[in-house]
């Protein structure tokens, strides 16, 4: 008689399965570092509002909505800049685009500038980079993998060993352009688009974002993937996911403005039961402080050189204060702006140069479509005030917008008497910021344009020399 009342047999079987847990529990110790893996997902051209966390109802992202479902969701997330290149160096390196001397659409970032993945790498890190990169060689040559298609991701994850990874993924939609197939699973109704008072309520016009909406399903549902195959392989609970877009979508008075539309973010950070399921960030949030935070939360170094501070607390529960103020900027992208904006809860204030000339689209919007449609109306005198607005010129030197009345930022308030203390005020905080970030006059670092403001024309394909006066 067996005095533990359990036969060989089951015996057998219960040292079988404690066997197996330390076995396979070992080897998922091994592949779980004791730093968190960091994965940074960034769409490209794909404005703040255009999915259903916002609440887009013409867009339903469901993936992004369960990584938001069960992280943190920043409500009043703000770029640097609204062009792709720009943007993403100023992530990289956590400087103001006109600190990092490669403020222009299409230029590298400069030798000896700190950038995320060296840091990631001196702290530990295996780092990876798929998809889009648009920062030229110094930042390329820091990563320790590279690949190019979705597919790839199962190369690098097999080649971590024991280390904690950094992955940064830079998909391609919804950038243009667009091949919309009404047949396509992701496809969406033109006819149910809404469109934007600076647009055209076109066919034409509808058809593209039609077609850009879909890029924005597609998306979702290759972010999914990625999130999925984190589950398959058990990472998912020590993996850090962030989540944002490098600009507004690629639309006329959007991407390359200064406005909500080109700079504001959808922005998600996601670690299971470090980071509350379900939380919500309302206040000014800028992502000059996301390198900053990356590597506060990896336990790496932090240069003093870069311009924004860590917000860990703040994914932690700690209730601290969002930032006062917020800053972007534009420069060249096909064509020539000196804009810089600074924004609070209430109001945004711009200090524009070149006021002579029309607003400055960039040249992929301004050959679009949605901008031809609007040539169209304005040819017959048929554009509304908001729609005028991208051929108005002179334009204001200055602008001032009350956001809650105005979250389109089509009226000017400047010149209103009730408003000049405010706009002098936030003039001063722009000036001050200027100062203190070592940003350049009007004056100089111009390029010529490539591309006609007026008719969208392109007629260069290339990059004007910089004229440093």
């Known amino acids: 008689m067996h005095r533990s009342g359990k036969s060989p047999c089951k015996r057998a079987v219960i040292a079988l399965k404690i066997l197996a847990l330390i076995v396979f529990g070992s080897c998922t110790a091994h592949a779980q570092p004791a730093q968190p893996n960091i994965l940074v997902l960034i769409a490209d051209d794909m404005g703040w509002e255009d999915n259903s966390l916002y609440g887009s109802r013409t867009v339903p992202t469901p993936r992004l909505a369960g990584l938001a479902s069960q992280g943190m969701l920043f409500e009043q997330a703000f770029l640097t800049t609204s062009s792709c290149s720009p943007s993403r160096i100023s992530l990289m390196s956590g400087l103001y685009p006109h600190q990092t001397g490669a403020e222009d659409m299409h230029q590298p970032l400069p030798a000896g500038i700190s950038v995320l993945p060296k840091l990631m790498s001196d702290a530990g890190y295996r780092t990876g980079h798929m998809l889009k990169t648009h920062y030229g060689p110094y930042v390329d040559s820091q990563f320790d993998w590279y690949g190019k298609k979705l597919g790839d991701i199962d190369a690098f994850l097999d080649s971590t060993g024991k280390k904690p990874f950094f992955l940064w993924m830079g998909f391609h939609d919804p950038h243009r352009p667009y091949e919309d197939d009404p047949k396509d699973q992701f496809s969406v109704d033109p006819k149910k688009v809404p469109v934007r008072p600076q647009l055209a309520p076109t066919p034409g016009t509808r058809t593209e974002l039609a077609a850009y909406m879909r890029a924005i399903r597609r998306l979702d549902h290759d972010i999914g993937a990625v999130l999925d195959n984190l589950e398959r392989r058990g990472l998912a609970d020590n993996t850090i996911v962030v989540f944002l877009s490098d600009n507004g979508a690629p639309f006329p ?150 956001l809650p009345a105005d979250p389109g930022e089509y009226h000017n308030l400047a010149a209103k008497a009730e408003h000049q203390r405010k706009a002098t005020e936030l003039a001063r905080v722009l000036e001050q910021w200027s100062k203190s970030t070592g940003d350049f006059p009007p004056w100089k670092r111009r390029r010529a344009d490539t591309s006609d403001r007026m008719t969208g024309i392109i007629f260069s394909d290339k990059i004007p020399p910089l004229i440093d006066e």
């Open 253 to 402: 008075r959007e991407k390359g403005s200064v406005y909500d539309a080109g700079v504001r973010t959808p922005l998600i950070v996601r670690w299971p039961r470090k980071i509350a399921a379900g939380s919500r960030f309302q206040k000014l949030m800028s992502t000059i402080d996301l390198t900053p935070t990356i590597l506060d939360l990896a336990g790496a170094r932090t240069p003093a050189s870069m311009a924004g501070q860590s917000i860990a607390p703040v994914l932690f529960g700690k209730a601290l204060e969002g930032r006062k103020y917020v800053f972007s900027e534009r420069n060249w992208h096909g064509t020539d702006a000196h804009i810089r904006s600074v924004r609070t809860e209430d109001y945004r204030f711009v200090l524009n140069a070149y006021v002579e000339l029309p607003f400055p689209n960039p040249s992929d919007l301004s050959s679009s479509q949605s901008f031809r449609d609007m040539i169209a109306l304005r040819e017959r005198g048929r554009l509304t005030p908001q729609q005028e607005l991208n051929f108005a010129a002179p334009r204001p030197l200055v602008e001032l917008y009350y």
